[in-house]
C-alpha cells in the first residue's frame, strides 16, 4: 500500500517538462525614480512545448492619473542551449495602442554555475 502513497511523486519526477496550454496573469508598473507612472495588467493565454512559448490575450493599461483601457498584447520567444552551462533566450512582443501599436525585443545570455 505504501507504494500508491509514493507513485504520483514518483510519476510527477518522470515526468518531460511541461507542454500545453497555460495562463499567465502578469502586472509590470513603470517608475522614473519616485515618479510613478503606470501599471500594465497582461492576460494571456498561451501555449508551450519545450523552450518555446506564445502566448496573447487583453492587456489592461492604467497609466497614473489617466483612466484605464484595454489592449490587444502577446509574446512569443524561447532559448536555446549554447553550452553545458550556457544558453541564449530571446522574445518579441506587441501591444496595440489608440494611435501607434508597440513593439519589443529581448535577447540575453544566461550563465549558470
Do not use: C, R
Not at 33 to 55: A, F, K, L, P
Not at 70 to 95: C, D, N, Q, W
Request: charge should be negative; charged fraction near 15%.
Amino acid at each position: 500500500m505504501k507504494i500508491f502513497a509514493i507513485l504520483p511523486a514518483v510519476l510527477m519526477a518522470a515526468t518531460p517538462a511541461f507542454a500545453g496550454p497555460y495562463v499567465n496573469v502578469e502586472a509590470n508598473s513603470g517608475f522614473s525614480g519616485t515618479d510613478y507612472s503606470g501599471t500594465v495588467i497582461d492576460n494571456h493565454v498561451g501555449y508551450e512545448s519545450g523552450n518555446w512559448y506564445i502566448q496573447a490575450g487583453p492587456s489592461i493599461v492604467s497609466p497614473d492619473g489617466g483612466d484605464s483601457t484595454v489592449e490587444l498584447s502577446g509574446k512569443a520567444g524561447g532559448g536555446v542551449p549554447l553550452t553545458e552551462k550556457l544558453g541564449a533566450y530571446g522574445e518579441v512582443s506587441f501591444m496595440t495602442g489608440d494611435d501607434n501599436n508597440s513593439y519589443g525585443t529581448k535577447l540575453g545570455l544566461k550563465y549558470s554555475f
